[in-house]
């Protein structure tokens, strides 16, 4: 069965950065798109990019752009997210979801998500 | 990125249908089909419910259905239970990955 296991709860203080990685099974992870999302405590989700893990091609939202960098490693099925120059406004669970395979925006499997807390 | 509109919460009773309206604008909503819905409980990593505006994953009950027209899509469910007292939050596609906005997110009570 497909799985998106997600790296530890991380605490950082502001400037700094954060690294959180998504360990894909049950597919083949270079068939199928990887989104990141995150979200705020009491907030909704927010789209901040998303990788092909095929051939490392990124696509980031504009609000990241120049903050964020995902990349992979194929040999692990592993997807790593970092974002740095953390602000107290980044504290946020962060999500790898699959992308349906379909086109346009869709995520048919979730990892479990990321803590990051950033507190001085 | 703006988010896309959404009332803030709806309710129901057990057996009744809700509504729950996602509002954009041409630019996104409007102008592509690729819309999908998700539901998200307290504590719990968001679910795919419908994609493709109104296209339902196996596995998920046909009580969910998805609709659009014009700048606003919807997501409407029927015979309420317990069980769906949750967030639900819609996605939209808007023409490159720069931008990819969700709604805000409605959070269904059920009475």
């Known amino acids: 069965q497909v799985q998106l296991v997600h790296s530890g709860a991380e605490v950082k203080k502001p400037g700094a950065s954060v690294r959180v990685s998504c360990l894909a099974s049950g597919y083949t992870f270079t068939g199928h798109y990887l989104y990141w999302v995150r979200q705020a405590p009491g907030q909704g989700l927010e789209f901040m990019g998303r990788i092909n893990p095929n051939n490392g091609d990124t696509n980031y939202a504009q609000k990241f752009q120049g903050r964020v960098t995902m990349t992979r490693d194929t040999s692990i099925s592993t997807a790593y997210m970092n974002l740095n120059s953390l602000t107290s406004d980044d504290t946020a669970v962060y999500y790898c979801?699959?992308?349906?395979?379909?086109?346009?925006?869709?995520?048919?499997?979730w990892g479990q998500g990321t803590l990051v807390i950033v507190s001085a | 990125q703006s988010a896309l509109t959404q009332p803030r919460s709806v309710s129901g009773s057990p057996g009744q249908s809700v509504t729950i309206s996602c509002t954009g604008t041409?630019?996104?909503?409007?102008?592509?089909?690729?819309v999908s819905w998700y539901q998200q409980h307290p504590g719990k990593a968001p679910k795919l419910l419908i994609f493709?505006?109104?296209k339902r994953p196996s596995g998920v009950p046909d009580r969910f259905s998805g609709s659009k027209s014009g700048n606003t899509a919807s997501l409407t469910i029927s015979g309420l239970q317990a069980e769906d007292e949750a967030d639900y939050y819609c996605?939209?596609?808007?023409?490159?990955?720069?931008?990819?906005?969700f709604g805000g997110g409605t959070r269904l009570t059920v009475l």
């Open positions: 996605w939209s596609y808007a023409g490159s990955y720069i931008l990819a906005p």
């Open positions: 041409i630019s996104d909503v409007g102008g592509y089909n690729s």
């Open positions: 979801a699959r992308d349906c395979g379909v086109g346009g925006v869709c995520s048919d499997f």
């Open positions: 493709d505006v109104s």
